[in-house]
């Protein structure tokens, strides 16, 4: 059985409908109408133990609703949801003891605590043993870099610090399962990456089951070899993000070094591919991979060009997602 099965999963909100016109509040007061939203709408994936998987999508899609079902906080309107072998909402308080969670627009720690305190608290509420809280914790202060603010209150954080920290106070229990809505939103290239080598380390050495909610489609490229595509509440592709680049990352970009001006002297000549842009001896020439390839481009290029070095760019993940719900196409 997979760690995480979820089948057919709905949620549906009930909006109040506010009535128009000048006696409209009262109206609606007296006689609420309401509108069904649905969040998600038979929602279908399953998880295995030790797993890193992008859950993606735009704003509103659904993503972090079917989170807040998986982790216990919103019960579904239908549909079938077990998480390492647990009912969420049904057994929230052994659900709980056996997740870590972070939302990146939320914390778990103390505000005017420092934050080695609201950790010792964390200690208290799980029950963790003192001797395994100390380890999880000496890790957790190395591989993060925690020891410089150990003693700041947590409201003296910066945004990079308290990620760090919340990401810390998520795994001092040691949860199979990390469930993670938007952890680098905010943050600067640096603080970014230092996350990044964190979840790839705990998924890696511990085995820790990752499911990644993010705008920041480099977190997915740079951590998950799957990803799940969700768009106005459905699934619209679950399978391998390699999978995903050659599907629909069609186009490629060789770019090239002369070793002279030869975009600025005389036009380029090079069948199946266009020159998007020269600068100087660099040329960018971009190519279908289904009607040529790389190695055929370069061989006609040699031949006719003294070339210096050339590069091979892949379509960028955030393009190739972006194509696929500007178009709306069902994969």
Known sequence: ????????????FNIAVRQPGRFGALRTLLAREYRAVHAVEGVSFQMDAGEMVG????????????????????????????VDGRVPYMQRIEHVRRIGVVFGQRTQLWWDLPTVESFELLRHIYRIPMARWQANLAACVELLDLGPF????VRQLSLGQRMRADLAAALLHDPAILFLDEPTIGLDIVAKERI????????????VTIILTTHDLEDIARLCSRVVLIDHG????????????ERFGRWRTLVVDFADDVGAERPIEVADA??????????????????????????DLAARYQIRDLTVEEPAIEGIVRDIYENG???
């Not at 993606?56 to 019960?75: C, D, E, Q």
């Not at 150990?150 to 209150?153: G, V």
């Not at 990044?196 to 085995?207: D, K, S, V």
Request: proline letters at 4%; hydrophobic letters at 45%; glycine letters at 10%.
């Open 274 to 299: 266009e020159v998007v842009r020269c600068e100087g001896p660099r040329a960018w020439l971009r190519f279908d991979r289904e009607v040529t390839t790389a190695a055929a481009l370069i061989a």
């Open 234 to 245: 459905r699934v619209i592709y679950d399978g391998a993000l390699a999978a995903l680049r």
């Open 196 to 207: 990044r080598q964190f979840l790839a380390q705990i998924n890696r050495e511990r085995g």
């Open 1 to 12: 059985m997979s760690l995480i099965e979820v089948v057919d999963l709905r949620k549906t």
């Open 329 to 331: 196409q069902v994969i």
């Open 55 to 82: 859950y993606i999508g735009p704003n509103g899609a659904g993503k972090s609703t079917t989170i807040k079902m998986l982790t216990g906080i919103l019960v579904p309107s239908g549909g079938h949801l077990l």
């Open 150 to 153: 150990m003693e700041t209150p």
